[in-house]
């Protein structure tokens, strides 16, 4: 298991006691994370009561172990998803994620978290080939009403030289991200939430109209569960096999330093590095992992030798920061779907059983819409965006895995190249 990451460390956060004996509630959710928070507080919302069984602590997995971008949009790049699903609901699903980012905003200052989300924007730089693709998102995005430019004069000052493109999509944000996860479950069990951690989840069982959801030390009983776990969502859910696939992160994060040359989150080479500054003076990057893809598609959470090299090298190369000493090193686990966009819904065939996850990297921002919008069909039957996130849209298969096809491709054409 990887050391804890430089948020879970700045923020321990409340403790919970373990899952013990018997309970009832209304909704049991499996997972502590953005999703897990996010999917109770609508609920209790809507007069729902609700448990929460977490295997570790709230923001131990993924929620509190990526880079903390906190950007709108999916994975899937936006003319993509013009082209797939049509330029109206393309604009739905991205608008959706902006009213996600506010809202979660305005529920940090609520919770009295604020620093822990602060709107900076965040810049997406383009080499080489990668430049024309770069200036085609911008034009669709800002044809869709997107705060979006190119923005040559925000390249970092070492990274000028190397034929970028910059662009920058104002309404993006940074992220504290124990922070905020730990305020946002804190908060559930001040608003009433059953909270449990250290109590992993070792079946859910349908009983009758209900189900049980069992711990090695307890049970809950409830009328619909939601396993809200990002890439380890198959480990309890097998139907969600090969939808919804594990993918390491791995992050690095330097000591504070007297010079720091970035003002933002930002991201490059076809995102596989992503790196920002922290408030007290550091640079965290994270990626690294095309050039040792295939070891990375694991739910093993544990840094290696080889791709910690890598981020590395892009601070010393890139970043011209030298021998920056590295306080902090670890892994955490990211959920990527079969087709680069968000599984959210109920499970076919398992009536109630809801899984939400598989948000492909970019799950600080589509963990809480999914949460919510789970939420929502549990409470009322609908949602707006349920029929995109649907996890029914896979009809029982998957013909193949977009991320995998690509990221693939990219790997054989840089070791050409290179």
Same mark, same amino acid.
Request: contains cysteine; aromatic residues 6%.
């Given at each position: ?5 430089? @948020?879970?460390?700045q923020?321990p956060?409340?403790?919970f ?6 309970l009832?509630?209304d ?8 999703t897990?928070?996010a999917?109770?507080?609508r609920l209790m919302e809507?007069?729902? &009561?609700v448990?929460?069984?977490e295997?570790r ?5 993924? &929620?509190g172990?990526? *880079?903390g971008?906190?950007v709108t949009?999916t994975?899937m790049e936006?003319?993509?998803m ?9 604009g !739905?699903?991205q608008h959706?994620?902006?009213?996600a ?11 009295g978290v604020?620093?822990a989300i602060?709107?900076?924007?965040s810049l997406w ?17 800002v044809?869709a009403?997107?705060?979006?430019r190119?923005a040559?004069?925000?390249i970092?000052?070492?990274? %000028? ?6 662009a920058?999509f ?6 504290m ?10 908060g ?14 070792t079946?859910?069982v349908?009983d009758?109209?209900?189900w $049980?959801?069992?711990t090695?030390?307890g049970?809950?009983? &409830?009328?619909a569960v939601v396993?809200?776990c990002d =890439?380890?969502?198959? %480990? ?7 939808v ?16 720091v040359?970035?003002e933002?989150p930002t991201?490059?080479?076809? =995102?596989?590095?992503?790196?920002r500054p922290? %408030?007290? =003076? ?13 070891d ?5 959470? %544990? $840094? ?13 190369? @890139?970043?011209a920061? *030298?021998?920056?000493?590295? $306080?902090? #090193? @670890?892994?955490?686990?990211m959920?990527?779907s079969?087709d680069?966009?968000?599984?959210a *819904? ?6 109630v ?6 948000y ?12 919510r ?6 409470? $009322?039957?609908d949602?707006p ?7 029914? #849209?896979?009809? =029982? !298969?998957v013909?193949?895995?977009l ?5 693939r ?5 840089s070791a050409?190249?290179?």
């Amino acid at each position: 298991m990887s050391s804890p990451s430089l @948020w879970q460390q700045q923020y321990p956060g409340r403790r919970f006691g373990q899952l013990t004996g018997e309970l009832r509630r209304d909704v049991c959710v499996v997972g502590a994370g953005v999703t897990g928070g996010a999917c109770a507080w609508r609920l209790m919302e809507q007069g729902v &009561s609700v448990a929460i069984v977490e295997a570790r602590a709230p923001a131990a997995a993924a &929620s509190g172990r990526n *880079g903390g971008f906190a950007v709108t949009g999916t994975a899937m790049e936006y003319p993509q998803m013009v082209e797939r699903l049509g330029a109206a609901t393309a604009g !739905r699903l991205q608008h959706a994620s902006e009213a996600a980012l506010d809202e979660m905003i305005a529920m940090a200052a609520e919770l009295g978290v604020a620093d822990a989300i602060r709107r900076t924007g965040s810049l997406w730089l383009g080499e080489g080939d990668e430049r024309e693709h770069v200036a085609e998102c911008v034009r669709a995005v800002v044809e869709a009403g997107v705060r979006c430019r190119l923005a040559p004069e925000l390249i970092p000052a070492p990274m %000028r030289g190397r034929d970028l493109v910059a662009a920058l999509f104002d309404d993006d944000a940074e992220l504290m991200p124990a922070a905020w996860v730990r305020a946002l479950v804190a908060g559930c069990a001040d608003r009433g939430a059953a909270v449990f951690e250290r109590s992993p989840v070792t079946a859910i069982v349908a009983d009758g109209d209900s189900w $049980t959801v069992s711990t090695a030390a307890g049970t809950v009983h &409830s009328q619909a569960v939601v396993v809200a776990c990002d =890439g380890l969502i198959p %480990r309890l859910v097998p139907e969600m096999v090969g939808v919804i696939y594990p993918v390491r992160g791995q992050v690095a994060a330097t000591a504070p330093l007297a010079n720091v040359p970035l003002e933002m989150p930002t991201h490059s080479q076809h =995102g596989f590095m992503y790196y920002r500054p922290t %408030r007290d =003076g550091r640079v965290v990057v994270g990626g690294g992992r095309l050039q040792h893809l295939e070891d990375e598609y694991t739910d093993e959470e %544990r $840094t290696t030798p080889a791709v910690q090299a890598q981020l590395d090298a892009f601070l010393r190369d @890139w970043l011209a920061l *030298g021998a920056a000493p590295i $306080t902090h #090193r @670890w892994a955490g686990i990211m959920g990527f779907s079969a087709d680069l966009l968000p599984v959210a *819904g109920e499970v076919p065939g398992r009536p109630v059983l809801h899984v939400a996850g598989g948000y492909s990297g970019v799950g600080n921002v589509h963990g809480h819409l999914c949460g919510r919008l789970v939420a929502d069909l549990i409470a $009322t039957g609908d949602h707006p965006d349920a029929a995109e996130m649907a996890p029914a #849209r896979f009809c =029982g !298969r998957v013909e193949q895995q977009l991320e995998k096809r690509s990221s693939r491709e990219l790997a054989r054409t840089s070791a050409v190249t290179a």
